[in-house]
């Protein structure tokens, strides 16, 4: 991995696990293989976490990417707004820097200075009570971005990969958003995503349904029939090839997986329970429809267990891996 330029990996919510699975990916190097990278961060604040935590982990301040030396130390470009955090503690105060270490990653990026962006997991709530206006991290990276396109969220793991088409609403309100249109243009991103980043040339697309047994021909729900087929009649009229509606009781297990490269589903649980049911520990958030490579481990900021020294750097380790292959082309 010596001959791609270094990742760059945001702080994320500095009361959480994000330093402590930094820390400890990098420590991982010599065990398994883990991309290089360099944290936006406090190299002072690692340190002080690395001794709390028990970890013997040099850290290196340092002052542009290039300086970055993966393999001799953690490479830590300081942050420019304080960070004062106490693992488990939530603060405020922190929101500038969380989102100074967002930003500074998306300019090195666009910059050409990293090969791509993996964010750390972020604390939402924190954010909005010192007014951030954003829903999450892929909303904010779409801004600065400036894309015209929605961003898209895939889920992968190996011998997986899963596009909810709604996100974080209720199952009522889900339904309720449920378009042929919203579907047609996510499952178009996730496709061209598989052929720009993933070197898959020919995309094979599951397309769940949203009922029980793909509603039965309308016995069980129509959105298959009014929603669902039509968008898949659509993107067929466009050359991608997708089967569809499948039944998604019986579309995940191991022979099902082997039939398609990515699975569309309708609403979060269908998406997820099936990724995480398989692989709980290597869940990987890839953003699609940007113009730049942004993963991150797919869990949250686990504040109940930040500081213990019991986070596994298992997803965020996935995410490093992903970005790196992703930014070689697939």
């Known amino acids: 991995m010596a001959d791609l ?20 990916s990098w420590l991982e190097r010599d065990n398994q293989p883990v991309a290089p990278f360099f944290l936006i961060d406090h190299a002072d604040r690692l340190r002080g976490l690395a001794a709390m935590l028990g970890l013997d982990i040099p850290i290196a301040k340092i002052e542009s990417p290039a300086q970055a030396r993966f393999g001799d130390a953690l490479p830590v470009l300081s942050l420019e707004h304080a960070v004062i955090a106490s693992p488990g503690q939530l603060d405020p105060a922190n929101a500038n820097a969380v989102i100074e270490s ?29 007014g951030f206006s954003y829903p999450g991290h892929t909303e904010f990276l779409a801004a600065l971005a400036g894309s015209e396109t929605p961003p898209v969220m895939m889920l992968v793991i190996d011998g997986l990969r899963v596009v909810p088409i709604t996100v974080h609403q209720s199952l009522r309100t889900a339904l309720d958003m449920l378009s042929v249109e919203e579907i047609v243009t996510k499952a178009r991103i996730a496709a061209l995503a598989l052929q720009r980043q993933f070197g898959i040339a020919q995309p094979r697309i599951a397309m769940a349904g949203v009922n029980p047994h793909a509603g039965e021909d309308g016995a069980l729900g129509r959105e298959e029939i009014d929603i669902v087929m039509p968008a898949i009649a ?30 569309i589903c309708h609403y979060h649980d269908q998406a997820l329970i099936p990724l995480k049911t398989i692989d709980y520990d290597h869940g990987v958030n890839v953003t699609l429809g940007l113009d730049f490579i942004r993963t991150s481990p797919d869990h949250g900021t686990a504040i109940d267990i930040a500081g213990t020294g019991t986070a596994k750097p298992d997803s965020l380790i996935a995410a490093l891996n992903l970005a790196a292959r992703l930014a070689r082309g697939g």
């Not at 330029?5 to 400890?24: D, R, V």
């Not at 300019?107 to 010192?130: C, D, E, F, R, W």
């Open 5 to 24: 330029l270094p990742l760059c990996l945001t702080m994320g919510e500095p009361a959480g696990i994000g330093g402590e699975i930094a820390l400890k």
């Open 102 to 130: 967002i930003t500074r990653a998306h300019a090195l990026v666009i910059a050409g200075q990293a090969a791509a962006m993996v964010t750390n997991p972020i604390q939402k709530s924190t954010l909005y009570a010192a």
């Open 234 to 263: 659509a993107l067929k009229a466009e050359g991608w090839n997708v089967e569809g509606p499948k039944s998604p009781d019986t579309m995940f297990h191991p022979r099902a997986r082997e039939t398609y490269d990515v699975a």
